[in-house]
């Protein structure tokens, strides 16, 4: 069973270089990532040789690769077929063999074999003597083993609830703490490491409580038997051991009860129906209230909101604590605009073939600018209360909480230069969207990926470029009497952005009305 499967998913990967072009990319990508995967970690944990303490910076490492091996396989739940045990259930298979076999199978590939030789970088940074370096290569097998395993067992527990609307829902959400962390880790690490502030020290206060999990326990039993203690060094692997054979014993039993548990996660729900809010005003109030409920109910939506959030936090997290913290309250307000925008610039593909509906209303200049200002409307009562929450939070944290007065300007101002462009955008750049397998949010369909680049880079560089007006007047009344800069500052931004909104879709609305037929054809053809 083992040698089928393996087989198997070898005949996978090389089927992928004879499927479409962009399967092949995909898979030379991914296949040149785990490449440098392998070599930087081998170089990284190498060149621990001779630190202070690099047991405690490679417990972190260990402990990084398998908090990856936990919470990728649940963002890429459906590029294995091996991960969901629905399609094998119904293969005379016994239990045993074939977690052995999907065992086998989930050690077969590029990023499997990258873990290997990334890690086995410790036989030169850690590991000293004969058995240093045999404990060593046994401690990367186990480790590696324990990840597979630890990931093996969450997948297929979590098999029913991924295969849902609802674990759609959840991988897409996990997007946010990732994100979120990957973006404070590029701002905070490296001005930590350039202060000086990310010390052994700074390992040893974590590696407390690294020490007692199973790669710490693999770290740990490396540098015990460099050091003579083999004693020591067996226990820990012994302890490693012991927790991969739970493991695999609990992932047996969730596999033995997911092959013979009636799947449940296409079953329909009921359906509760109310009457549109602001229906009554016209196209403008219905466009507003669907942009409203969307914005509510679809996962994409509330992950893009949350993203723009993390993005104006973590343009701030390295200088808000500085003197210089009034460019990262400017930075970060001008940001959440830019982002805004690149989420919001292809609003026909967003929607999909229900623009049809929209559409066959949509008859002229008149109604295509109701359509922009609805939508604007609903993008707009989000928005500005949640960069005016987390500028808010932004000032206190720096110290100067009633600077978040002269803040809310610029707030206001990217906003309107964000939903202003999104509709020009959505109207002149219009392109298909395409949810692909694996991935929790849709992107460009093939062959329109120069329109989603213009689109992100037009919105990005054109909300910070379209707010410096407004910028300098911030800059320049620095040393006005807040009584008069406030009021003036907060009517320039408002106005100024509610101008550029308003602007903006009536642009929008008139390349659009020209081109209804081809914006349809677009929306039609994406596969959300």
């Known amino acids: 069973m083992a040698r089928l499967l393996v ?33 930087g970690t081998f170089i990284i944990l190498a060149l621990l040789r001779g630190s202070v303490a690099p047991v405690t910076q490679t417990a972190a490492v260990f402990t990084v690769f398998a908090f990856g091996w936990l919470i990728l396989p649940l963002l890429t739940f459906g590029l294995d077929g091996t991960l969901d045990p629905a399609t094998l259930a119904l ?70 609830l991924l295969r849902s ?42 590696d407390k409580w690294l020490r007692w999990l199973p790669p710490g326990l693999a770290a740990h039993a490396i540098q015990d038997a460099s050091a003579g203690h083999a004693g020591a060094a067996l226990l820990r692997l012994g302890l490693l051991a012991a927790v991969i054979v739970v493991l695999g014993v609990l992932w047996i039993r969730s596999l033995g009860r997911a092959l013979v548990t009636v799947d449940t996660s296409t079953q329909s729900s009921a359906v509760r129906g109310r009457s549109l809010p602001f229906a009554r005003s016209g196209i403008g109030g219905t466009v507003a209230a669907r942009y409203l409920i969307y914005q509510r109910r679809e996962p994409g939506s509330i992950v893009r909101w949350c993203i723009i959030g993390v ?32 989420f919001q610039a292809n609003a026909f593909g967003l929607t999909g073939p229900a623009f049809g509906l929209e559409a066959s209303e949509l008859t002229g ?23 005016a929450v987390v500028s808010f939070g932004l000032a206190a944290f720096a110290g100067h909480p009633a600077n978040w007065l002269w803040v809310l300007p610029l707030d206001l101002c990217s906003i309107g230069v964000g939903l202003g462009l999104s509709s020009l955008y959505s109207a002149a750049l219009a392109y298909p969207m395409q949810r692909r397998i694996g991935s929790p949010l849709p992107n460009a369909a093939d062959g329109y990926s120069g329109k989603s680049i213009v689109g992100s880079l037009g919105s990005l560089f054109g909300v910070v470029l379209v707010s410096v007006p407004l910028i300098l007047a911030v800059v320049r009344t620095e040393s006005a009497p807040g009584a008069v800069r406030i009021p003036l500052l907060l009517l320039g931004g408002a106005g100024y952005g509610l101008v550029l909104a308003w602007a903006g879709a009536r642009w929008a609305a008139a390349v659009a009305a020209g081109k209804l037929p081809e914006l349809y054809q677009l929306a039609a053809q994406s596969k959300l």
């Open 91 to 160: 293969y005379p298979l016994r239990t045993r063999s074939l977690a052995v076999g999907l065992l086998a199978a989930s050690a077969t590939g590029a990023w499997p074999l990258a873990n290997v030789v990334g890690l086995l970088g410790v036989t030169v940074g850690l590991a000293h003597g004969a058995l240093g370096l045999l404990v060593a290569v046994v401690a990367v097998v186990l480790e590696v083993l324990f990840c597979i395993t630890l990931a093996r067992f969450v997948t297929t527990g979590m098999a029913g």
């Open 311 to 342: 993005v104006m936090l973590a343009a701030s997290v390295s200088t808000i604590r500085t003197p210089n913290y009034h460019v990262a309250l400017i930075l970060s307000a001008i940001l959440a605009g830019g982002m805004l925008s690149l």
């Open 365 to 387: 200049v008149r109604a295509m600018r109701a359509y922009f200002t609805g939508r604007n409307v609903a993008l707009a009562l989000i928005a500005v209360p949640l960069t």
């Open 7 to 39: 087989q198997l998913k070898l005949r996978l990967l090389t089927n992928a270089l004879r499927a479409s072009r962009l399967a092949k990319i995909s898979f030379i990508i991914s296949t040149t990532f785990a490449v440098l995967v392998a070599v």
């Open 165 to 206: 609307r609802r674990g759609k829902d959840f991988a897409a959400f996990l997007v946010i703490p990732i994100f979120a962390l990957y973006e404070t880790f590029t701002q905070l690490v490296p001005r930590l490491a350039a202060e000086g502030k990310i010390t052994t020290t700074t390992f040893e206060g974590i």
